[in-house]
């Protein structure tokens, strides 16, 4: 049985990469940070039933900020593979918390690098990099050999993590490797994000909840793919004969204004009744269109994208109609029961 580790395993990729590594057997270990009220609600099922079902899961808490708890924990648990998806990951957040973004995102990536390093237990390690770095893009489409030009705290945290990832696998000889994902989504998507934002809104906005949608430029176009397939590409990189850099993307671009097209359509709805701009949601330096070339993906990893845009909008819609019906449905049921 392979051991592994997720970091930000309470995340939406964190989450489903957590249900593929169980489903093929491993035992699952994730970093959680102690905090007043625990955010663990993307993995609370796995982590409930794995007394009933023997899911080998289990939770540590830690902190990419303490390099204590990382060494230790490389100590006592030998891992086979490590996943850092853990960051402050939210790009117009980290605009706000700029210091923050830099230690979480990019030196936390060093702390698990060092930690691995000084215990030499040597298990493979995945880099969750990310296409914000390509940023002011340089060509069209994004591929391995494409330069960077970061446009974001959050991007050029990402961008020193990505090398540190190569340095540490060019210095020390480990087995350490890049995926760099470009938007992925789905119905465990952050609220604050996007493309959950417009989803969750149409919800609102269809039982009456919710007015208005403000965003900010709807220009800005981006790949996006399913995350459950994205996170099956990081899998995928480790289980390869050498470490190597890789492009993970639908090849397909799309704008904020088609995504909302498309979403308030699927709801039966004219978006342009209900979305208005705010610039407070624009950034100070817009990265105007990622589109990815995971050709090396499809060649060396045999990965492609397989669910469409379109597909995509419509799950992500449909789950967020069926949440908010079903909560509305509990407290209706609450009510009842209360009046008798």
């Avoid at 093929?24 to 009220?37: C, L, N, P, Q």
């Avoid at 980290?94 to 060093?110: F, K, L, N």
């Amino acid at each position: 049985m392979k051991r592994a580790l997720i970091t930000g395993i309470t995340g939406q990729d964190g989450s489903y990469l957590a249900e593929l590594l169980l489903q093929k057997g491993y035992e699952v270990h994730g970093i959680i940070r102690r905090a007043s009220s625990i955010n663990s609600s993307r993995i609370d099922h796995l982590y409930q039933d794995r007394h009933k079902r023997g899911v080998k899961l289990f939770l540590h808490y830690g902190d990419l900020s303490d390099s204590v708890s990382l060494v230790k924990m490389m100590y006592d648990l030998k891992f086979d593979e490590v996943y850092h998806l853990g960051a402050q990951s939210h790009v117009r957040v980290s605009y706000d918390i700029p210091e923050y973004t830099a230690d979480i995102t990019g030196v936390g990536t060093i702390r698990i690098l060092e930690a691995i390093r000084e215990t030499e237990s040597n298990p493979r390690f995945y880099q969750a990099s990310s296409s914000e770095m390509f940023g002011k893009v340089a060509e069209i489409p994004q591929r391995e050999t494409t330069p960077f030009h970061p446009r974001s705290p959050y991007a050029v945290a990402k961008v020193f993590s990505y090398w540190a990832t190569v340095n540490y696998r060019e210095g020390y000889n480990m087995f350490a490797c890049n995926g760099i994902l470009f938007n992925h989504e789905s119905p465990r998507r952050g609220e604050t994000f996007v493309t959950r934002k417009i989803t969750r809104a149409i919800a609102h906005i269809k039982f009456g909840l919710q007015e208005k949608l403000y965003l900010g430029n709807l220009d800005a176009k981006r790949d996006w793919g399913y995350a459950p397939e994205f996170v099956e590409a990081m899998w995928l990189i480790l289980q390869q004969d050498k470490p190597d850099d890789y492009v993970i993307a639908t090849g397909e671009t799309h704008s904020v204004k088609e995504f909302c097209e498309e979403a308030f359509a699927h709801a039966g709805l004219d978006w342009g009744k209900y979305v208005e701009i705010d610039k407070r949601y624009y950034r100070p330096a817009e990265v105007d269109l990622l589109i990815g070339d995971a050709s090396k993906a499809k060649r060396v990893l045999g990965w492609e994208s397989k669910t469409r845009f379109k597909d995509l909008v419509k799950l992500m819609v449909d789950a967020d109609l069926k949440t908010l019906e079903d909560q509305l449905a509990g407290k209706v049921a609450r009510v009842d029961v209360g009046q008798h």
